[in-house]
T-cell receptor, first 114, second 115 residues
Framework: KAGVTQTPRYLIKTRGQQVTLSCSPI?????VSWYQQTPGQGLQFLFE???????NKGNFPGRFSGRQFSNSRSEMNVSTLELGDSALYLC?????????????FGPGTRLTVL | AQSVTQLGSHVSVSEGALVLLRCNYS??????LFWYVQYPNQGLQLLLK??????LVKGINGFEAEFKKSETSFHLTKPSAHMSDAAEYFC?????????????FGSGTRLSIRP
């Protein structure tokens, strides 16, 4: 069974631009969660989608948004990029909603904002 | 609210020595507890998890962890460290309830293995 895939793996943007990251979950998984990982803040929860609906949200500004499609694939968008948005963005999928089951992580997208 | 504290951002042990990574949690309801490992340039991989039942949980690569409710701890151990164990380890907690649950991760512990 194929794992979680994330595209692109690396991305370089400049301040003020916007970016869209993509995540394809494991087949059959309907929950997709997004995390931001930085050396200073560690692993922080962004949001979770289940059956095309956002079910949970972390403490991030509205510049961070996402969506999930009917095939469970998910996209995350960051608008008006800031230097502090430079991070590894991880996507994780699971069978059930709500973080009570094992999450399977993708390799991440490393975003650099110049 | 749930939270996780990992004691020690960096732990260094000799090859063959005992590995002990500490994790304490806070939760208002019975928790699910997880340990994940992250190798360089990769995503996280589940090592083991505790949900209910036996408090000593065995995971992959020879790791195990014990849920101690009275101490609100879930420390990760391995009797004999191997060079391939060098990685970052994350403890995580999730509360057993419905859709409001989410996984909260600790700040991580980087494990180094000395030859």
């Amino acid at each position: 069974k194929a794992g979680v895939t994330q595209t692109p793996r690396y991305l370089i943007k400049t301040r003020g631009q916007q970016v869209t990251l993509s995540c394809s979950p494991i087949s059959g998984h309907r929950s997709v969660s997004w995390y931001q990982q930085t050396p200073g803040q560690g692993l922080q929860f962004l949001f979770e989608y289940f059956s095309e609906t956002q079910r949970n949200k972390g403490n991030f500004p509205g510049r961070f948004s996402g969506r999930q499609f009917s095939n469970s694939r998910s996209e995350m968008n960051v608008s008006t990029l800031e230097l502090g948005d430079s991070a590894l963005y991880l996507c994780a999928s699971s069978l059930v909603q709500g973080g009570v089951d094992e999450q399977f992580f993708g390799p991440g997208t490393r975003l650099t904002v110049l | 609210a749930q939270s996780v504290t990992q004691l020690g951002s960096h732990v260094s042990v000799s090859e063959g020595a005992l590995v002990l990574l500490r994790c304490n949690y806070s939760s208002s309801v019975p928790p699910y507890l997880f340990w994940y490992v992250q190798y360089p340039n990769q995503g996280l991989q589940l090592l083991l998890k505790y949900t209910t039942g036996a408090t000593l949980v065995k995971g992959i690569n020879g790791f195990e962890a014990e849920f101690k409710k009275s101490e609100t701890s879930f420390h990760l151990t391995k009797p004999s460290a191997h060079m391939s164990d060098a990685a970052e380890y994350f403890c995580a907690v999730s509360e057993i309830r419905s859709s409001a649950s989410k996984i909260i991760f600790g700040s991580g512990t980087r494990l180094s293995i000395r030859p």
